[in-house]
T-cell receptor
Framework: GDSVTQMEGPVTLSEEAFLTINCTYT??????LFWYVQYPGEGLQLLLK?????DKGSNKGFEATYRKETTSFHLEKGSVQVSDSAVYFC????????FGTGTSLTVIP | GAVVSQHPSWVICKSGTSVKIECRSL??????MFWYRQFPKQSLMLMAT?????????EQGVEKDKFLINHASLTLSTLTVTSAHPEDSSFYIC?????????????FGQGTRLTVV
């Protein structure tokens, strides 16, 4: 069945380090792909999305490219900040909405 | 983007009482809304799909008599935790999709932290 697999955390990085959080999906057809971010005690906010192959979603310095050949949508940021500390969820649409398990990121000064 | 508002953001209640959580789509109509539960440091667990004008669809293992869902209008769904117990303490989140299609972008409420004492 359809599913999303994302890199398990927690991830701890120093400020200005490079971030990659891996995400792969299994879905029938051509799903849309999303990254959501959840700050402590809050709901989920859309970070970025891509709706077709080779699309690149970007927002707040984060990027992810829809790779159909590898069924991946890895999240990257070149230089993380303390304020990026949060839980990141990869998600895909198939016949419903599928979430990854979430990756907790802590950025230390 | 679309806005989904959830209320209250936190609530503390006594064991045995009931608590109602509201989820509103503020600038679009949502024929379908979704209720999730999130345990500390875990992912979201889909509890049920709320359908406007009809019964909710519950996921396996979720007690429908414990978690009552009502979707009386195109912009409002409510989740009532009945006879709450400490094990019901959790973070509850709702979401809605524009146009109701579950395979499109989801917009989330702010979440409700329920603590049962």
């Amino acid at each position: 069945g359809d599913s999303v697999t994302q890199m398990e955390g927690p991830v701890t990085l120093s400020e200005e380090a490079f971030l990659t959080i891996n995400c792969t999906y299994t879905a029938t057809g051509y799903p849309s792909l999303f990254w959501y971010v959840q700050y402590p005690g809050e709901g989920l906010q859309l970070l970025l999305k891509a709706t077709k192959a080779d699309d690149k979603g970007s927002n707040k310095g984060f990027e992810a490219t829809y790779r159909k050949e590898t069924t991946s949508f890895h999240l990257e940021k070149g230089s993380v900040q303390v304020s990026d500390s949060a839980v990141y969820f990869c998600a895909a649409t198939g016949n419903q909405f599928y979430f990854g398990t979430g990756t907790s990121l802590t950025v230390i000064p | 983007g679309a806005v989904v508002s959830q209320h209250p953001s936190w609530v503390i209640c006594k064991s045995g009482t009931s608590v109602k959580i509201e989820c509103r789509s503020l600038d679009f109509q949502a024929t379908t809304m979704f209720w999730y539960r999130q345990f500390p440091k875990q992912s979201l667990m889909l509890m049920a799909t709320s359908n406007e004008g009809s019964k909710a669809t519950y996921e396996q293992g979720v007690e429908k008599d414990k978690f009552l869902i009502n979707h009386a209008s195109l912009t409002l769904s409510t989740l009532t935790v009945t006879s709450a117990h400490p094990e019901d303490s959790s973070f509850y989140i709702c979401s809605a999709h524009k146009g109701g299609a579950p395979n499109t972008e989801a917009f989330f409420g702010q979440g409700t932290r329920l603590t049962v004492v």
